[in-house]
């Protein structure tokens, strides 16, 4: 066998043993949190039984099991139909870019090399002074985040009056390296959903550098008072006809939970048209060929007050479940691979083939 040969037979090794670990790492926390369903919560819907054969072949959690997708009410045939978060991470691994990753999980760069799309002032607290930092609050309210923050943990609002201990603050901010940025006020149709939080919409896009799609699309709303619309924090989302920019069904929560209206203001979601919808197709496609090999990505996007297209943040691993697969419970595994096949030339799906063929089949 040649050296080169070799070589690739020991990086494909390696692969593979990371995705083993990877996969029994899952399985440990997915397994916890389905017996925790099962057994403390008392589900009145499917089995673990059930759930561990669903979990060998489509790689599901407890909650896509029971909530997003309804797993439980499936036969073999319909399942194949969807494509589980754990099976689109795979995907990203074998063809995402990990200089993307990296930008798109560094905030302060990502704001640097995005800033064609962003029209809010923003600052890491560790380069102002406190002096500095009340007067900027005292201009506009400001959003902390956490540099390392994911899905909205750690994120509050500065509201300068309220403020009563500054050098508390200050101290806080700059020790726990938090990004600070102005608190964006959206356009009063978006606002008008949850004035609380900042409503934005989530853009998928499957890019080559040069041709793009928009894959799915949702818009996202907090609810009760929370400052942040992520639906780990208890936000409603719905999804978006990308083709009209219309909501042609009910909202949905974490819970599966639907909703006609928004669940504190009752404004109706069913019926919405989002503003300016060709404008955020075309700002998220200008924005996928920014840097190469931006493959996969979700843009976080609002109209401002003034406006404005704006980015807020992006995602190098957008998940498919929220307004792709369950709101409707329709699965887009096929569609998926069409479009990346059609984008960038590669199904998809055969890593995900692969892996099945290699995951161990007798594990319990």
């Not at 043993?17 to 499917?46: L, N, P, T």
């Not at 603050?169 to 726990?176: A, E, G, K």
């Not at 928004?262 to 200008?286: L, M, N, S």
Request: glycine content about 6%; overall charge neutral; proline content about 3%.
């Amino acid at each position: 066998m040649s050296l080169y040969k070799k070589a690739i037979g020991v990086i494909w090794s390696s692969l593979y043993i990371q995705e083993i670990y990877i996969y029994f790492v899952e399985r440990k926390r997915f397994f916890a949190e389905a017996k925790k369903g099962f057994c403390c919560d008392k589900s009145e819907h499917g089995s673990w039984k059930d759930y561990k054969s669903a979990f060998r072949k489509h790689r599901v959690t407890y909650s896509e099991y029971m909530y997003s997708y309804e797993f439980w009410r499936l036969n073999e045939k319909e399942r194949e139909e969807f494509i589980s978060t754990s099976e689109v991470q795979v995907i990203y691994r074998k063809m995402g870019n990990k200089e993307v990753r990296e930008l798109f999980h560094d905030k302060v760069r990502f704001l640097s090399t995005f800033k064609s799309y962003i029209h809010r002032w923003w600052a890491l607290a560790s380069s102002l002074t406190l002096d500095e930092l009340k007067e900027k609050a005292s201009s506009f309210d400001i959003i902390a985040k956490p540099i390392d923050g994911t899905r909205g943990d750690g994120i509050f609002k500065i509201i300068g009056k309220e403020v009563a201990n500054w050098q508390q603050l200050y101290n806080r901010l700059v020790n726990n390296n938090y990004l600070l940025e102005e608190c964006i006020t959206a356009c009063d149709e978006l606002s008008a959903f949850h004035p609380s939080s900042l409503n934005t919409i989530r853009v998928v896009t499957i890019s080559d550098g040069e041709k793009c799609e928009v894959f799915g699309a949702l818009l996202r709303m907090g609810a009760h008072g929370s400052v942040i619309d992520n639906t780990h924090a208890g936000g409603v989302y719905a999804p978006i006809n990308v083709e009209t920019g219309m909501i042609d069904i009910p909202a949905i929560d974490s819970r599966n939970n639907h909703y006609d209206v928004h669940p504190d203001t009752g404004k109706p979601i069913k019926g919405f048209h989002i503003p300016d919808w060709k404008h955020i197709v075309a700002t998220c496609k200008d924005a996928s060929r920014t840097i190469p090999n931006i493959h996969f990505a979700g843009w976080d996007v609002c109209i401002n007050h003034n406006g404005q297209v704006e980015i807020i943040e992006g995602n190098h691993a957008p998940d498919f479940d929220g307004g792709m697969q369950a709101p409707l419970k329709i699965g887009v595994k096929k569609r998926l691979q069409q479009t990346v096949i059609k984008v960038m030339g590669v199904d998809p799906l055969q890593y995900i083939s692969v892996w099945k063929n290699y995951k161990l089949s007798n594990t319990n």
